[in-house]
């Protein structure tokens, strides 16, 4: 307001849902609150980025994406902290106090899953997906082996997501160009995408079992990725491993990025502000 004038009252609608498209939805959603005209606009914006833990992220995902009226995402992100307790029959792990120990922390909600399932819908078509967890000792680990399947699909990132066998196949993403893997446990026999042109693969693990406090030194699963033009990794890496790994790769085409180098990337990532890898 100036001077008593609605400066976006002149604005279309299209132009306001494309700016409030760059807010968290929790933001976009308290924009209602501005005016009549604002009421509605944050259903209809094409992008979702949701933050936060426990019950009430889950209330509030849930929610919106049953009350969104756009049909279709341009990006589709989540940052959450969603690990339930894992219940196994007879188990002594079923009691919390075992929780903290490695492993035992437990496993992601299930609404993830639901989730990305939604972004990848026909009816939504997301050819952005971001989905971070904060607990790398309990990674998602997608329940369905064709989790991420989307002829729609360019631009995937994984933060602490468990990928085995099938999971690693991404022949099954026919548009997809880049990949974004970051504390990621990586077990199978190999990386497969025919159509990747940028690979980032960050503090993650590529041997079941590996020791979590010691990065690894070798890739322990082949990467088959023929168009692949750009490759990220973390400097621990054996440089010579790689490169005879992908021939068609010269050092000029492999980035080494430290831990904090990386760290400050991911943030600016989920804050939506850096987009270069």
């Known amino acids: ?70 049909p279709l995402l341009r990006s589709f992100d989540i940052d959450v902290d969603l690990v339930v307790p894992r219940v196994l029959p007879g188990s002594p792990y079923n009691n919390p106090e075992f929780y903290d120990s490695e492993y035992l922390r437990g496993e992601v909600d299930p609404h993830v899953d639901m989730w990305v399932r939604h972004a990848l819908s026909s009816k939504c078509r997301s050819p952005s997906l971001m989905v971070r967890l904060e607990d790398e000792l309990a990674p998602w680990l997608p329940r369905s082996p064709l989790a991420f399947a989307s002829p729609n699909l360019t631009t995937l990132h994984l933060d602490a997501v468990h990928l085995i066998d099938g999971l690693l196949d991404f022949s099954c993403c026919p548009a997809l160009l880049r990949l974004v893997l970051v504390r990621c446990y990586l077990e199978g026999e190999a990386l497969v995408s025919p159509s990747l042109a940028h690979l980032a693969i960050v503090d993650c693990h590529t041997e079941s079992g590996a020791d979590l406090e010691a990065p690894d030194e070798e890739m322990f699963i082949e990467i088959s990725t023929p168009k692949l033009r750009f490759l990220e990794i973390s400097e621990n890496y054996d440089r010579e491993q790689l490169l005879q790994m992908m021939p068609w790769l010269t050092e000029e085409n492999v980035q080494y990025a430290d831990e904090v180098d990386m760290y400050v990337r991911r943030r600016l990532w989920v804050q939506g502000i850096y987009d270069e890898i």
């Open 1 to 70: 307001m100036s001077g008593g004038r609605d400066l976006f009252a002149a604005l279309p609608d299209e132009l306001l849902k494309h700016v409030l498209s760059y807010l968290s939805s929790l933001e976009a959603v308290k924009s209602s609150l501005l005016s009549r005209r604002w009421r509605h606009l944050w259903r209809s914006t094409p992008a979702v980025s949701v933050h936060g833990k426990g019950e009430g992220v889950l209330l509030f995902v849930n929610t919106l994406l049953v009350n969104r009226e756009a």
